[in-house]
């Protein structure tokens, strides 16, 4: 069972090779946007990214990729195979998270006829299938620990028994594994063992999240909306208020999450993008005020929040915006300007409808 992508974004075939030309075109159109394999970014935390992969791709060590759901894991495993010596050799990817656990023995290692229920002939397993080439284990720490042992020991001798068979099978893989989790977490709570942590983090890499990548979000949704205009043969752009989103928004699902809502907003736009907050478009996206008190969500784009205590604060006061203006701590020019600039924002809204 393959793997999904975690950056969702564009990638090149598993055999190997360089990315497609519509992601090189969208890439060369987004000024800024630096690519690595089928990575993209600029930022300071993809660039040492970058070099940890070019050190461990010329070598054949295991490598254990942590980062967050969205973060881009498989991509970077695709990224090292494809700079490696073994590029022209298959890549395949297992979530193991998501096959039973008394299945994944024999999908890993294969198996022989009638041992079991449902085993009408033999098959070869994952390992055998990616000879010569990598075999990439997404969420690995969701392996059970009794299952974890033949892994193991697949790891350190390159053998292993198809389940039900009794004949030594060889095969010449790299494994690159993945988890959401942290390692010495999932240690404690027996959820991966100790021994094999240890021998899959022979070299360990980080997926940064998109909330560390500084600069990172603009250049990758401009290179996402670039790919679904040349698609479409369309030339939508952003709105402001889609890019203060894309700039305040944590996107707790990084990479993935950003570009299916960019996605969303631009099948739903007619020339200008406007992405609404995830985090609030399914509940009230109002601040909550009560008597001199008032709350705003967590998430909240900074300038919605902004918005949100100003007009808040003016009907506090009565309309006094003189009074407003003081308590606010901004002068009177000031805050007339910002409801200068609301007024012509809703006035745009209703035009629009």
């Known amino acids: 069972m393959a793997a999904e992508s975690d950056l969702d974004a564009t990638a090149a075939p598993s055999g190997g090779g360089d990315a497609p030309a519509s992601a090189k075109r969208a890439a060369r159109k987004t000024a800024g946007l630096e690519s690595y394999g089928e990575l993209y970014g600029s930022s300071p935390a993809m660039r040492e990214l970058y070099e940890q992969i070019e050190r461990v791709a010329a070598t054949d060590a295991t490598a254990l990729i942590v980062g967050e759901s969205g973060s881009g894991k498989e991509l970077i495993a695709r990224t090292i195979h494809e700079r490696s010596a073994r590029k022209d050799a298959p890549f395949i990817a297992v979530n193991c998270g998501a096959i039973p656990d008394n299945l994944i023995e024999a999908e890993l290692f294969g198996h022989e006829r009638g041992s079991f229920t449902g085993a009408v002939q033999g098959r070869a397993g994952y390992f055998e299938n990616a ?29 292993f028994y198809r389940v039900g068979g009794t004949e030594l099978q060889q095969s010449d893989v790299r494994v690159i594994a993945a988890t959401n989790r942290d390692p010495l977490v ?14 899959l983090a022979v070299f360990p890499l980080r997926a940064p999240p998109l909330r ?30 889609a890019l203060d989103t894309l700039r305040t928004y944590s996107w707790p699902g990084n990479v993935r999450e950003m570009k299916n809502a960019i996605y969303r907003a631009f099948i739903l736009a007619e020339k200008t993008i406007e992405i609404e907050h995830p985090r609030l478009a399914a509940r009230a ?6 008597g001199g008190a008032m709350s705003v969500w967590v998430g909240t784009p900074l300038a919605d929040a902004q918005r949100q205590i100003i007009l808040g ?41």
């Open 131 to 159: 000879h010569g080439g990598t075999l990439f284990l997404d969420e690995v720490t969701e392996m059970a620990p009794i299952r974890q042992v033949k892994l193991l020991r697949a790891l350190e001798t390159g053998t």
């Open 186 to 199: 999932a240690v404690k709570e027996n959820g991966l063992r100790e021994d094999l942590m240890y021998r």
């Open 212 to 241: 560390e990548r500084e600069g990172d979000r603009e250049l990758l949704a401009q290179h996402f909306l670039d790919e679904m205009n040349a698609q479409e043969g369309t030339d939508k752009v952003f709105g402001k208020r």
């Open 285 to 290: 996206k109002k601040a909550v005020t009560q």
């Open 313 to 353: 604060t003016l009907k506090f006061c009565g309309g006094d915006k003189r009074r407003a203006a003081k308590a606010l701590g901004v002068s009177l020019k000031t805050l007339y300007n910002r409801l200068g600039a609301y007024e012509e924002e809703e006035d745009a809204a209703a035009g629009e409808e």
